[in-house]
Each structure stands twice: as structure tokens, then as C-alpha cells.
T-cell receptor, first 117, second 112 residues
Framework: GAVVSQHPSWVICKSGTSVKIECRSL??????MFWYRQFPKQSLMLMAT?????????EQGVEKDKFLINHASLTLSTLTVTSAHPEDSSFYIC?????????????FGPGTRLTVT | DAKTTQPPSMDCAEGRAANLPCNHS???????VYWYRQIHSQGPQYIIH???NNETNEMASLIITEDRKSSTLILPHATLRDTAVYYC?????????????FGAGTRLAVHP
């Protein structure tokens, strides 16, 4: 149990276009989901906290108009990278907290590798 | 949340115990110690957490010093599949958003 999926697993897009990444909790309800970004050989950097039915909370330095987050249901959060540029190329990872179970664990998705050409 | 310090890399022979240290000298009384690991190009995986007492589960053991200023994650019989980056994170009891802030971690290489 406690599986989180991401779609797509990888995507290549042209500079200036927008890309949407989905994060789904498959067998539990997630009131809170988190989005991270990871550059090669670096650690995960928290971008934002997403709560179902409300606006996301962004970490300092993360542009909310560029990284649009929507958490429309208890099992789905989406991250849209708008007007993507090569410097947005990164590994994007989501995680979710199971509101009905172990509050101590966060379950991570497998990640989405974005390449902007 | 308190800051943690971990060695950047460690090696371990397959079948031997891997002991990964973490320093968290500024930890406060209500902060938990969490360990996650990330295998290359995958999402992180929860390993174990603790507050004061030592903890053990099917994956690992967590030893926390009495003053709580440091801890050690023990993988009792490391396998090649345990090669990963291990993150030690200190944070307050979840009641709110359960935010995790990752540091640089320790890159563990298990070799035959």
C-alpha cells in the first residue's frame, strides 16, 4: 500500500512551452502533497506544499506564477511548469502524506525527468 | 528545524553492517530524527524515525544518543541494493504539514 505515481516519468519539451506533471496517490487519500526539484548530483529542494482544496504554499525563491500547482482532489496534485526554459530541466518529485494512516511517513513518487531544449 | 551534518560518502562491504552517522547538535526536545534514502533516479524511501529511544524495523535500526545530539542508522547486513544516498532529517512532530527539508546526505556504496 501507500503508492504514489507520477506521470509522465520523463518528458522533453521545447523552450517556451508548458508542461504538466501529475502526482497521484493510488491507494490512499492525501490531504497534503509536496513538490520537490532535484538537479544532478544535488539534494532534493522543496518547492511547495499543496493542500487539497486550497492554494499551495511556495518556498522562498520559488516563482508561483511559473510553477502552478493544483490539488483538486484527495488523490491528485498537478505541477505545471509554464514557459519552460532549459534551466528548468530537472528531476521533479512529489510526495504525499496519508491522512488516514501513519502521519510520520511521507510517500514519494518515482519522479519525473524534465528536459527543456 | 535543526540542521544535520552527515559524511558525504561511505563504503561498506556486502554482508557487513553499515553504520551511518548523523550529527544534530542543535536538536530541540520536540524534534524527531528521520532517515530516508534515495536510490539513483528514484524517489526517496522512508526508512525509520525516532524521538529518544532506539528504534528497529525490518529495514534498519536507529540509535540515538542519550543527549540526542547525534544518531546512527544501522543497516545490519548491507546488500548491493542498499547503495543509495541516505538522508538524516530532523523535524518537529507532524501535526501540521509534515515538511521535510533534505540536506546533502551520505552516499553509501556497498561493494562485493
Amino acid at each position: 500500500g501507500a503508492v504514489v505515481s507520477q506521470h509522465p516519468s520523463w518528458v522533453i519539451c521545447k523552450s517556451g512551452t508548458s508542461v504538466k506533471i501529475e502526482c497521484r496517490s493510488l491507494d490512499f487519500q492525501a490531504t497534503t502533497m509536496f513538490w520537490y526539484r532535484q538537479f544532478p548530483k544535488q539534494s532534493l529542494m522543496l518547492m511547495a506544499t499543496s493542500n487539497e482544496g486550497s492554494k499551495a504554499t511556495y518556498e522562498q525563491g520559488v516563482e508561483k506564477d511559473k510553477f502552478l500547482i493544483n490539488h483538486a482532489s484527495l488523490t491528485l496534485s498537478t505541477l505545471t511548469v509554464t514557459s519552460a526554459h532549459p534551466e528548468d530541466s530537472s528531476f521533479y518529485i512529489c510526495s504525499a502524506r496519508d491522512r488516514g494512516r501513519n502521519l510520520y511517513e511521507q510517500y514519494f513518487g518515482p519522479g519525473t525527468r524534465l528536459t527543456v531544449t | 528545524d535543526a540542521k544535520t551534518t552527515q559524511p558525504p560518502s561511505m563504503d561498506c562491504a556486502e554482508g557487513r553492517a553499515a553504520n551511518l552517522p548523523c550529527n544534530h547538535s542543535t536538536i530541540s526536545g520536540n524534534e524527531y530524527v528521520y532517515w530516508y534514502r534515495q536510490i539513483h533516479s528514484q524517489g526517496p524511501q522512508y526508512i525509520i524515525h525516532g524521538l529518544k529511544n532506539n528504534e528497529t524495523n525490518e529495514m534498519a535500526s536507529l540509535i540515538i544518543t542519550e543527549d540526542r545530539k547525534s544518531s546512527t542508522l544501522i543497516l545490519p547486513h548491507a546488500t548491493l541494493r542498499d547503495t543509495a544516498v541516505y538522508y538524516c532529517i530532523v523535524r518537529v512532530d507532524p501535526g501540521g504539514y509534515n515538511k521535510l527539508i533534505f540536506g546533502a546526505g551520505t552516499r553509501l556504496a556497498v561493494h562485493p
